[in-house]
């Protein structure tokens, strides 16, 4: 119930959003706006306000949404009215018009950034967990426990980290664009411990390094494009948590609260590192794990258990599971922003989650990115009821992400869309005429040709990562 709710929601502001941009700039530059409609086909509830020539209303399907103009295109005109017609209008306004409802999207992503910004939220310290190992991140020499407070993109001036979700959208970022990744670690007051050896992380200098992102030509946004780059999570002690009845961890009688502390003869330092070693011990091991001899730490007595981990298939390779989560939760710190910064920071973010969409759609194009990055209306609505049970400040970022996705997708250059118009007016500007009936009818069906390409090929990966 709490994810259709939450879809809903989505849906119907931000297409409310896009389609009162239309309208309240058609009705500045004086057009006459003869209906606004939430959804398409038949009006469930219909209402006019007084005074207003236009009926709003609220259609049984919607996924969309339409303002009808006055126009001398799509049916006669009253010579009385002809002032008040769009096709009539000068085309800057027309321009304004049509571009009004993506800019809409836009403003309401920067607004919804702002307000999460200024509320505050709270999130993993950027913290490093032990990385993958020959990962990226290994190779640079990170080995967990340090700290990122600043980072930037190679020639940029560096900034701060406020928390691991902040360095999560930097290695996205310049894992997709190809650029490469300067970090800036101090300690993090932890004592770092291994097989054979043992440091204090307060001895060690606050040291620059680069992580090379360029190199890896990412296509796809996944958990391989993570593990590649090495850092899948914050710190995290290596406790275990909510057990299954049936797993490997319950058969060997682990519980809630253990506190790992070495497997077999290798000392485990943190939630990811524990991760990774019982994963690891699943490697060619089609038929089964050797029994592990698990030193822990229970309410201050120190136990030894005996656990075999069971092997799972995943993408064709074995990979062991305990049946437990593992890892404590992560160190938390709050991220709040006052009003100008926070402002500037949603505008910042706007820009850049635009400028990543063009240029992913634009690498989906050439080939370079997979396809599998569409995402159609059934990951939406899977994803807007996991970040509504997140709580508000998830959801408003969902709802900032999606507004911008529908922004940038209403200007790119099909003449179904926004963008579409943009280019026919663009062409009179150029020209001093409009686009030919003829041109613009076959042009309207390549695009539309496009655009249910693009929405079947979405609706598959629904299906793929929902059934998969």
Known sequence: MLTLLAFVVALGLLITIHEYGHYRVAVA????????????????????CAGKPTEFSISALPLGGYVKMLDEREGPVDPAERHLAFNNKPLRSRAAVVAAGPIANLLLAVLLYSVVNWGGTEEPKAVLATPVAESMAAQAGLVGGEWVAQAAFSGEALQDVRSFTDLGWWLTQGAL???????????????????????????????ELVLPLSQLDASEVDARLARRIGLMGP?????IGDVMGDGAAAKAGLQAGDLVLRMDDRRVTDGQQLREMIRASGSGAWQGVTPQAWQIERAGQILTLMVTPQVKQEAGMPVAK???YVGSAPAMVNVRYGFWEGLWGGVAKTWDVSVLTVK?????????????NLSGPLTIADYAGKSAALGWASYLLFLALI?????????????????????????EAATGRSVSEVWMTRLHR?????????????LFNDLVRLLG
Request: hydrophobic share 45%.
């Open 322 to 324: 305990i049946g437990a």
């Open 177 to 207: 664009i190809g650029k490469d990744l300067r970090l800036v670690v101090t300690p993090a007051g932890l004592v770092r411990q291994s097989d054979d050896r043992q440091e204090d992380a307060n001895q060690d200098p606050t040291r």
């Open 29 to 48: 530059c004086g057009v006459k706006v003869l209906k606004f409609s939430i959804g398409f086909g038949k009006p469930i509830y219909s209402w006019r």
């Open 235 to 239: 710190l995290t002690q290596p406790l």
């Open 360 to 372: 992913m759609m634009g690498k989906m194009l050439i080939g370079e990115a997979s396809l599998k």
């Open 403 to 427: 507004s911008v996705s529908l922004g940038v997708l209403n200007l790119l250059p099909l003449p179904v869309l926004d963008g579409g118009h943009l280019m026919y007016y663009l062409w």
């Open 446 to 458: 390549g695009g539309l040709a496009i655009l249910l390409m693009m929405m079947s090929i979405a």
